[in-house]
């Protein structure tokens, strides 16, 4: 228990479908991230919510969109996603940044069909 | 903007033998930061080095950072089955900027 909590853990979807990942940290930090992790890439940075404004990655596709309604919850919005997008998705928390450590979720390994 | 580069990528070796990875940075960091990940499971921190040729100790593990703060390395004494996993290098951006990992195989 990292006290960062990710469902569901695994996820099917086709590539017409609309999912949302979630993820909700207990730890009281005050920002939140989303990576992806595949076999062909290291630790994909996607975006960073830092005290609930958004930090965006410009190249993520806008298939994917986060949502970060408080501190403690964030999302991620899937729709129309295509067979690459499979990979897992690992959501991290911290205490601000620069000199702190992550604290990573348990992941949602995501296949699309 | 900063890259983490990380060899080697893949390392295998007999248990008992000792095991090191090298994390190099584009551009001199404020602290790196290293993970380990175990088969199936997430990335966990093990240690942040921040002063400019420091050196850490973790049991069996080793952490050095480079006098120009731009790149570090872990060393494992005498290996075992345990320490099977990938090792991260991270360097702070406005996130964590993670190398590509080397992966540790370990047969007994």
């Known amino acids: 228990e990292t006290g960062v909590t990710q469902t569901p853990r695994h996820l099917v979807m086709g590539m017409t479908n609309k999912k949302s990942l979630k993820c909700e940290q207990h730890l009281g930090h005050n920002a939140m991230y989303w990576y992806k992790q595949s076999a062909k890439k290291p630790l994909e940075l996607m975006f960073v919510y830092s005290l609930e404004e958004r930090v965006e990655n410009n190249s993520v596709p806008s298939r994917f969109s986060p949502e970060c309604p408080n501190s403690s919850h964030l999302f991620l919005h899937l729709h129309t996603l295509q067979p690459e997008d499979s990979a897992l998705y690992l959501c991290?928390?911290?205490?601000?940044?620069?000199?702190?450590?992550?604290?990573f979720g348990q992941g949602t390994r995501l296949t699309v069909v | 903007g900063q890259q983490v580069m990380q060899i080697p990528q893949y390392q295998h070796v007999q248990e008992g033998e000792d095991f090191t990875t090298y994390c190099n940075s584009s551009t001199t960091l404020s602290n790196i930061q290293w993970y380990k990940q175990r088969p199936g499971g997430h990335p966990v921190f093990l240690i942040q080095l921040v002063k400019s040729g420091e050196v850490k100790k973790q049991k069996r593990l080793t952490f050095q950072f480079g006098e120009a703060k731009k790149n570090s390395s872990l060393h494992i004494t005498a290996t075992q089955t345990t320490d099977v996993g990938t090792y991260f290098c991270?360097?702070?951006?406005?996130?964590?900027?993670f190398g590509k990992g080397t992966s540790l195989l370990v047969t007994p």
């Open positions: 991290a928390s911290s205490q601000g940044g620069g000199n702190t450590e992550a604290f």
């Open positions: 991270a360097g702070w951006g406005y996130a964590l900027n």
